[in-house]
């Protein structure tokens, strides 16, 4: 969905084009998925080391740091929350990272 507020939002930065109003657009969608990240922190269970946990919830100040550190906007902050997501995947738990639908072996028996 962010790609495609993205879209619509480069449409509309010509100041004569009928978009005009939705450009930056995508700036309410980050601050929409560090918001989400904040509830997603909450309900990620124990299996999340805490760690992760906690750069999960910090989304937004993630997203923030981006766009300071390479002050370009929004792609430092696509940049920033690509790392972390990066950063998130290979920290998630085994069972997470699983994509069949079928429950991941106990470690505990052969």
């Known amino acids: ?6 879209v619509i939002s480069y449409l509309g930065t010509p100041v004569d084009s009928p978009l005009h109003p939705l450009w930056g657009a995508e700036g309410y969608w980050l601050i929409l998925v560090g918001l ?3 509830v997603a922190t909450f309900t990620a269970g124990c299996t999340w ?9 910090l989304s937004l100040p993630v997203l923030v740091a981006g766009t300071v550190t390479l002050q370009y906007y929004p792609h430092g902050s696509l940049v920033a929350l690509a790392l972390e997501s990066v950063a998130l995947i ?3 738990p085994r069972e997470a ?3 069949s639908a079928e429950p991941a072996p106990d ?3 052969p």
């Open 49 to 57: 080391r805490t760690w992760t946990r906690i750069l999960l919830g």
């Open 90 to 92: 290979v920290a998630a």
């Open 107 to 109: 470690p505990g028996h």
């Open 36 to 38: 989400a990240s904040i």
């Open 1 to 6: 969905m962010g790609a495609v507020v993205t």
């Open 97 to 99: 990272r699983t994509w």
